[in-house]
């Protein structure tokens, strides 16, 4: 069974940092670009970074450069988001995606075809 497993949020106090994992099981994370998306109650999901399949390639929301950073293990068929100095707007659940034509267009979340549940993260004091 293909899935995905997101993994490392929790509450932090602004100005705290996450590392959110994902993970794959039942297909080669590495024939897959890998996208971050978030969703915040009321609002529609949102594309905040992606990684090509090497690894090569990264893209940034403008909300988030410099702040988040994106890379990957293939060989432990992971993906992992940095998220540092988080503020109350990064509450949101975030999930990853893989996307099998390697394009990394995290505005357009149809490209995307398998999704992850979702991890919480919530910045608050």
């Known amino acids: 069974q293909l899935q995905l497993v997101e993994s490392g949020g929790g509450l932090v106090q602004p100005g705290g940092s996450l590392r959110l994992s994902c993970k794959a099981s039942g297909f080669t994370l590495d024939r897959y670009a890998i996208g971050w998306f978030r969703q915040a109650p009321g609002k529609e999901r949102e594309g905040v970074s992606c990684?090509?399949?090497?690894?090569?390639?990264?893209e940034f929301a403008d909300s988030v450069k410099g702040r988040f950073t994106i890379s990957r293990d293939n060989a432990k068929n992971t993906v992992y988001l940095q998220i540092n100095n988080l503020q109350p707007e990064d509450t949101a659940t975030y999930y990853c995606?893989?996307?099998?034509?390697?394009?990394?267009?995290?505005?357009?979340?149809?490209?995307?075809?398998?999704w992850g549940q979702g991890t919480q993260v919530s910045v608050s004091s």
């Open positions: 995606a893989a996307e099998p034509y390697d394009l990394c267009v995290i505005r357009d979340l149809q490209l995307f075809d398998y």
């Open positions: 990684v090509s399949r090497s690894g090569g390639r990264t």
